[in-house]
């Protein structure tokens, strides 16, 4: 394999963006990442600590692209807080992305999840599509992305969750999609976030007969192919996903939303 072309390319960051009370948006400038398509990803190097897989949640055809992070290690602890000038580095994009084509489309997303969320319901109404999209979160401040989706699809196709019922409809995304999916004559679902309620919508979406595709998140050391680490099922995520439609979730169901490795490889609960 020729990987002479997967060299890191050092980036200025342009600006941080503090979304709510624990999301920051790290904006920077790269061409090669404003052809990126929908839940695509690049591996980003954060200097002094790690490279890890990241969603970009923004991309346009001037370069300036986003990365959307909670601190959850020492590495994404450091990217939060980075000043406009720091150096990032950043390979990519790479993966499977979500398909955009038109459709009556529902997105689901929560947390960090919505990062994708959001270039994707863009993308969709490009293509012609009905685009619904449901915000989860744990509470009101929890919620991501609210005012840019409601600018993208119209405030009435965007309906809100929060799990202690501060906001919006009083429970999980899941709740919601059942009823959605019938009453909007869904054909597709289109999810990112968490594990167990992406397991959840495949149930719901499988049958309600409609298109499924999840935007799933494991360990990814190389980003490329070559370490397995990120593996669910018959599939790498790195080269295969991180997009996986319904029929490649059918095949890894004793994985999907209940397990997945660590970095040293050993499976772990979720």
Not at 30 to 39: I, R
Not at 134 to 147: C, H, M, P, S
Not at 184 to 191: C, E, M
């Given at each position: 394999?020729?990987i002479?072309?997967?060299?890191?390319?050092?980036?200025?960051?342009i600006?941080?963006?503090?979304?709510?009370?624990?999301?920051?948006?790290?904006?920077?400038?790269?061409?090669?990442c404003?052809?990126a398509?929908p839940?695509?990803?690049?591996?980003?190097?954060?200097?002094?600590?790690?490279?890890?897989?990241?969603?970009?949640?923004?991309?346009?055809?001037?370069?300036?692209?986003?990365v959307?992070?909670?601190p959850?290690?020492?590495?994404?602890?450091?990217?939060?807080?980075?000043?406009?000038?720091?150096?990032?580095?950043?390979?990519?994009?790479?993966?499977?992305?979500?398909?955009?084509e038109r459709c009556?489309?529902?997105l689901?997303?929560?947390?960090?999840?919505?990062?994708?969320?959001?270039?994707?319901?863009?993308?969709?109404?490009?293509?012609?599509?009905?685009?619904?999209?449901?915000?989860?979160?744990?509470?009101?401040?929890?919620?991501?992305?609210?005012?840019?989706?409601?600018r993208?699809?119209?405030?009435?196709?965007?309906f809100?969750?929060t799990?202690?019922?501060?906001y919006g409809?009083?429970?999980?995304?899941?709740?919601?999609?059942?009823?959605?999916?019938?009453?909007?004559?869904?054909?597709?679902?289109y999810?990112?976030?968490?594990?167990?309620?992406?397991r959840?919508?495949?149930?719901?979406?499988?049958?309600?007969?409609?298109?499924?595709e999840?935007?799933?998140?494991?360990?990814?050391?190389?980003?490329?192919?070559?370490?397995?680490?990120?593996?669910?099922?018959?599939?790498?995520?790195?080269?295969?996903?991180?997009?996986?439609?319904?029929?490649?979730?059918k095949?890894?169901?004793?994985?999907?939303?209940?397990?997945?490795?660590?970095?040293?490889g050993?499976?772990?609960?979720?």
């Amino acid at each position: 394999m020729d990987i002479s072309s997967e060299r890191t390319r050092i980036r200025r960051v342009i600006r941080n963006v503090k979304e709510n009370r624990s999301i920051t948006s790290v904006y920077f400038k790269d061409e090669e990442c404003s052809s990126a398509k929908p839940g695509q990803f690049v591996m980003l190097w954060e200097p002094g600590f790690d490279e890890f897989p990241m969603s970009l949640s923004n991309y346009d055809e001037q370069g300036v692209c986003s990365v959307t992070a909670k601190p959850w290690g020492p590495g994404s602890n450091e990217l939060v807080r980075a000043k406009r000038g720091d150096v990032i580095g950043i390979r990519g994009p790479y993966g499977h992305p979500f398909t955009v084509e038109r459709c009556s489309a529902l997105l689901v997303g929560g947390g960090t999840g919505l990062a994708p969320m959001l270039p994707l319901a863009r993308a969709l109404l490009r293509a012609g599509s009905k685009v619904a999209v449901v915000i989860g979160g744990r509470t009101k401040a929890d919620l991501l992305f609210e005012k840019p989706l409601q600018r993208a699809v119209r405030r009435k196709n965007v309906f809100l969750t929060t799990d202690d019922g501060s906001y919006g409809h009083a429970g999980f995304p899941t709740d919601l999609a059942e009823g959605l999916i019938a009453e909007r004559k869904v054909t597709r679902v289109y999810t990112c976030g968490p594990e167990v309620m992406m397991r959840k919508l495949y149930e719901i979406s499988v049958r309600a007969g409609v298109d499924f595709e999840a935007s799933l998140e494991r360990s990814m050391k190389c980003g490329i192919g070559i370490c397995g680490s990120c593996s669910i099922g018959k599939n790498l995520l790195c080269r295969d996903g991180a997009v996986l439609d319904a029929d490649a979730l059918k095949e890894a169901l004793d994985e999907f939303g209940l397990l997945q490795r660590d970095p040293s490889g050993r499976y772990i609960r979720i």
